[in-house]
């Protein structure tokens, strides 16, 4: 028991100094692997010696907790945002503003604490003697969402903090509260990404953060690497504490602050600081889109108040999206799943946000037409959102002579099949979706997608594998692998191959409304598939209804109705469908459960923009589990939109029909 007990208190400081190393320090010294072997040895060790293991040991952070419904939190103060600005006239307004609002307290010139804005998803925790009790959500600023089960599978928050006594503390006391950003690292964030289907991937880092904190599973948020710093601290010694001093404190008890702070005293060092870390924030492991500013004096944070959304003693000063000249050197056409071809720009290399760009997507022809370039012309790109590269202009007046129009192909650039392009729409495609391997691959990535059969460990490259080597041409033939013929592949062993063998076996658990949106049939997305669902509860009655019976569905109509027609006449799709019935996946619905209640009976219901509290899929469920419908395009027949932050077009069409809306907190209410 001692020499077990000896073992757990070195391992368990080995995992954390290689957490602080990895996340904070960016400097990992050990493989995954080896970190791996580590926290598995502290796991085995725990559950043959349960009194060794503690509330703060890493094997804590392992997750496997299912949340139903997370419950609301009410904020003891008000979670603000900032004011943004993307001006440093701006930012001297702000300065000359605080300035004459310290003086008018009797305050000395006032000193500001810059700050790299972490681009991520603000979150509050709370500690009761020294042990972390609580983390919640921002939520509206006033009330947010218990996530403790998924803050504490982060590596960067810490389980327990020290609370020492001494002047830089002051007296310990029994509850803390620490604000800060959750965000996930440009790496962790980049190989989440390569291994999701690339329909299925998020467009930055922060999307996918917030989408993961909404997880209900944290064995899942746990796989996800993410990273939280600090930059509030609430409840020792707030009377005299000076900001900067909050953030060394904070550093002391564990936490993560990024470091890369300064004081400033006048608007020249401010703008000195900004201009310094413009480029310099490129070679940081994480991404920054700006700049916040923070009186130090903390004594007059109070008196200098607040207005409806911001404080006054604060502000952020946020990057201008950049932008790069190059040259388009070629054209490559990529084929989607459903033979869709998109052009690709190939560009002369530039750097442009902290990495080098040499490939742009054009979205398809019309674009081409709209923006007239050319292959041979300098033209201007920039970073959407800072991750994702496009073409925004042609710089006309440098066009060299000898540029050459982009041609619409003939023939599928992987299978050579003449492409067609249907009357009405912009995209040309390839019509062979039996042959076609890019059609092929993109088939199974979608079936194997998250909102689809969800099954972890099949990404584009093991799925190219499996097309290429003729192991698999259709999903049905996943479920006939077999461990011998796939530990030989290319990154894949023994350990790989039985991990993708019981993701397999998991899927077979979703249920029928997920398989009918796996299948991949044209114009189905997630809510038409779960109203195919209700209305034909197997696969059997769905394939013999007729095109007039289908168009009569709610939120089908005769042109997403002729496309499920069509998907059951083709010959190899009975094939696939008799291998997944043999399977053993779901062909028919479960019985019917019952009703949580009947709050949204004969409601149609739309969400558009943002939600705070719910991930788009959890508050469908929650009203289809009311007796309610769940639709993706606003008509007469909408009977509720429910919008969010940035809510765009259907918003404006909602309220040009009249159709109510109500915001995120009257849904919870209608709940």
Not at 209 to 215: D, H, I, N, Q, S
Request: hydrophobic share 40%.
């Amino acid at each position: 028991m001692a020499k077990a007990q000896r073992e757990a208190e070195r391992l368990r400081f080995e995992i954390n100094r290689h957490n602080r190393l990895y996340y904070v320090e960016a400097r990992p010294v050990i493989s995954d692997f080896e970190f791996d072997k580590m926290l598995e040895r502290l796991m085995e060790i725990e559950r043959e010696h349960p009194g060794l293991a503690t509330p703060d040991s890493p094997s804590q952070r392992v997750g496997g907790e299912i949340t139903k419904v997370f419950p609301v939190v009410v904020h003891r103060e008000p979670m603000l945002s900032l004011a943004n600005t993307y001006s440093l006239g701006e930012v001297e307004e702000f300065c000359r503003r605080v300035e004459k609002l310290v003086e008018a307290e009797g305050g000395r010139q006032p000193e500001f604490v810059a700050e790299l804005k972490f681009d991520g998803v603000a979150v509050s925790l709370l500690y009761r003697d020294g042990v972390l009790v609580r983390g919640a959500t921002r939520g509206d600023g006033t009330r947010g969402d218990d996530i403790t089960a998924n803050l504490r599978t982060i590596p960067t928050v810490p389980l327990s903090i020290a609370m020492p006594g001494g002047p830089l503390f002051g007296t310990p006391v029994g509850e803390i509260e620490v604000r800060g950003e959750v965000f996930m690292r440009t790496e962790d964030f980049a190989k989440l990404n390569e291994a999701r289907p690339e329909e299925d991937r998020f467009a930055n880092p922060r999307n996918a953060t917030a989408g993961t904190l909404k997880l209900q599973d944290s064995g899942e948020v746990a796989r996800r690497k993410m990273s939280f710093v600090a930059y509030f601290l609430k409840g020792v010694d707030d009377g005299r504490t000076p900001h900067l001093l909050r953030l060394r404190q904070l550093e002391s008890m564990g936490f993560m602050t990024g470091c890369n702070y300064r004081l400033c005293r006048d608007v020249e060092q401010i703008a000195a600081f900004i201009g310094e870390w413009s480029e310099k924030r490129w070679s940081l492991p994480y991404e920054t889109d700006g700049v916040v500013l923070k009186l130090n004096d903390t004594t007059l944070w109070d008196r200098l108040g607040a207005t409806a959304k911001s404080p006054r003693w604060a502000i952020a000063y946020k990057y201008p999206a950049q932008q790069a000249k190059t040259v388009l050197r070629e054209v490559v056409f990529q084929v989607g799943r459903l033979g869709t071809i998109t052009p690709v720009a190939g560009l002369e290399p530039v750097h442009l946000a902290g990495s080098t760009v040499s490939r742009s997507t054009l979205h398809n022809f019309d674009e081409i037409e709209r923006l007239g370039v050319r292959i041979g012309d300098r033209v201007m790109i920039e970073k959407s959102g800072e991750v994702i590269p496009k073409v925004v202009g042609v710089v006309l007046d440098e066009r060299p002579p000898g540029t050459r129009a982009i041609e619409v192909p003939d023939a599928c650039p992987e299978c050579g099949t003449p492409l067609v392009r249907a009357e009405g729409e912009v995209s040309f495609y390839c019509p062979d979706e039996e042959g076609c391997p890019a059609r092929k691959r993109g088939r199974i990535l979608h079936f194997a997608s998250r909102n689809a059969m969800d099954i972890q460990n099949l990404g584009e490259s093991l799925v190219a594998q499996l097309v290429d080597k003729g192991l698999v041409d259709d999903p049905g033939d996943l479920y006939r692998l077999e461990k011998c013929r796939i530990e030989g592949l290319e990154r894949m062993g023994a350990k790989s191959a039985s991990n993708l063998l019981d993701a397999l076996a998991e899927s077979r658990k979703r249920g029928y409304d997920r398989l009918l949106y796996a299948l991949g049939i044209r114009h189905v997305g997630r809510a038409t598939a779960r109203e195919l669902a209700h209305a034909y509860p197997s696969l059997g009655a769905l394939r013999q209804a007729g095109e007039e019976a289908l168009a009569a569905v709610p939120d089908i109509g005769p042109v997403v109705a002729a496309s499920i027609r069509e998907f059951f006449t083709r010959g190899w799709v009975d094939g696939m469908l008799a291998k997944l019935e043999a399977a053993g996946l779901p062909m028919q619905a479960d019985g019917q459960k019952a009703l949580v209640n009947g709050n949204f009976e004969g409601l149609s219901v739309i969400f558009t923009g943002g939600l705070e509290r719910h991930d788009r899929q959890r508050a469908s469920e929650l009203v289809l589990e009311r007796g309610g419908r769940v639709v993706t395009t606003v008509s007469k027949k909408t009977s509720l939109v429910v919008a969010g932050s940035e809510a765009g077009s259907k918003l404006d069409k909602a309220r040009k029909l009249g159709i109510r809306v109500i915001d995120e907190a009257e849904f919870e209410s209608m709940l």
